[in-house]
């Protein structure tokens, strides 16, 4: 599935779909398995990084496997930096791809972010951009801080008109790598960037957001929210507690089978969080959407 049919449901009917970053085999088959469980269509999105990490070729496998689901599965890369990395993916199945030009200007962002929309369309994929900065929690951020970094719905109405974008990335107040939930959304300016853009927005940073604020974004008009860091503590969080009780283990399935399973119940409660829960229509046994 790609991203466009994916999130125009969602979009239409008012709920948003997870966009889970997976970096390993256990990150795939745990969002996955979540997904059928909840019967919810899902994301499924590489980093750059995991991409090196996990290699493209085998990331691509692995997500043409997943994508075998019971439900729609999107094959999504990640704040792409480059084309050729846009390229690379597209050439290897990604139905989606997102190209993060927010650290450029405005004119440069739109002429990047538009080649990259005409790659993804003749490959028969979707394309996400990027406008306004989500910065990371390497330090701690002001309020007035976030604001001036928020993406302006005027202009965002130009973006999304010059470069053909099938959702749009925003900084509405969140912050990439928070460890807890703590920040608020400016659900006002979703509302307002959601009527100038006309598109499916998207939140990014989302694990550090509240889950009361969540939920007002999503009604005033995010369509695909972006976890990382909430399946990162989940993973890592289960892989340490299995290696702590059983130090003498030395069957790698024992301790990454529990660290699967957390990443699984991490993405099931985000799951029914944004109301993707049974939205995966005839594709998972007739659960209605
Ligand atoms: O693109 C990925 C996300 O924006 C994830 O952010 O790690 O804060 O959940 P997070
Ligand atoms: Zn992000």
């Given at each position: 599935?790609?991203?466009?049919?994916?999130?125009?449901?969602?979009?239409?009917?008012?709920?948003?779909?997870?966009?889970?970053?997976?970096?390993?085999?256990?990150?795939?088959?745990?969002?996955?398995?979540?997904?059928?469980?909840?019967?919810?269509?899902?994301?499924?999105?590489?980093?750059?990084?995991?991409?090196?990490?996990?290699?493209?070729?085998?990331?691509?496998?692995?997500?043409?496997?997943?994508?075998?689901?019971?439900?729609?599965?999107?094959?999504?890369?990640?704040?792409?930096?480059?084309?050729?990395?846009?390229?690379?993916?597209?050439?290897?199945?990604?139905?989606?791809?997102?190209?993060?030009?927010?650290?450029?200007?405005?004119?440069?962002?739109v002429?990047?972010?538009?080649?990259?929309?005409?790659?993804?369309?003749?490959?028969?994929?979707?394309?996400?951009?990027?406008?306004?900065?989500?910065?990371?929690?390497?330090?701690?951020?002001?309020?007035?801080?976030?604001?001036?970094?928020?993406?302006?719905?005027?202009?965002?109405?130009e973006f999304?008109a010059r470069t053909?974008?099938?959702?749009?990335?925003?900084?509405?107040?969140?912050?990439?790598?928070?460890?807890?939930?703590?920040?608020?959304?400016?659900?006002?300016?979703?509302?307002?960037?959601?009527?100038?853009?006309?598109?499916?927005?998207?939140?990014?940073?989302?694990?550090?957001?509240?889950?009361?604020?969540?939920?007002?974004?999503?009604?005033?008009?995010?369509?695909?929210?972006?976890?990382?860091?909430?399946?990162?503590?989940?993973?890592?969080?289960?892989?340490?507690?299995?290696?702590?009780?059983?130090?003498?283990?030395?069957?790698?399935?024992?301790?990454?089978?529990?660290?699967?399973?957390?990443?699984?119940?991490?993405?099931?409660?985000?799951?029914?969080?944004?109301?993707?829960?049974?939205?995966?229509?005839?594709?998972?046994?007739?659960?209605?959407?």
């Open positions: 599935m790609t991203l466009r049919e994916v999130l125009q449901d969602a979009a239409r009917k008012g709920y948003a779909v997870g966009a889970f970053n997976a970096n390993n085999l256990e990150y795939v088959q745990g969002i996955v398995d979540a997904a059928e469980a909840e019967a919810a269509p899902v994301i499924v999105q590489a980093s750059p990084g995991a991409i090196a990490y996990m290699g493209l070729a085998y990331i691509a496998a692995v997500g043409q496997v997943a994508a075998r689901a019971n439900v729609p599965v999107v094959i999504h890369l990640d704040h792409g930096l480059d084309i050729a990395v846009v390229e690379r993916c597209l050439r290897e199945g990604f139905t989606s791809v997102m190209y993060d030009g927010s650290a450029l200007g405005f004119e440069e962002n002429a990047v972010t538009a080649r990259v929309v005409a790659l993804a369309r003749s490959a028969g994929a979707s394309a996400e951009g990027e406008l306004g900065r989500v910065p990371a929690a390497d330090r701690e951020w002001t309020a007035a801080e976030l604001e001036r970094l928020m993406t302006d719905p005027e202009q965002a109405a999304v053909g974008v099938d959702a749009l990335a925003v900084a509405v107040g969140s912050v990439h790598r928070m460890r807890r939930q703590a920040q608020q959304i400016d659900v006002e300016r979703v509302s307002r960037l959601r009527r100038a853009t006309g598109v499916p927005l998207v939140l990014h940073g989302s694990s550090g957001v509240t889950d009361d604020s969540l939920v007002a974004a999503v009604k005033a008009g995010v369509a695909k929210v972006n976890i990382a860091t909430a399946l990162n503590l989940a993973f890592t969080g289960a892989l340490s507690q299995a290696v702590r009780s059983h130090p003498d283990e030395i069957d790698p399935r024992k301790l990454l089978g529990p660290a699967r399973e957390a990443v699984a119940r991490a993405a099931a409660a985000k799951m029914r969080l944004l109301g993707c829960s049974g939205r995966a229509g005839g594709r998972a046994g007739g659960v209605a959407g």
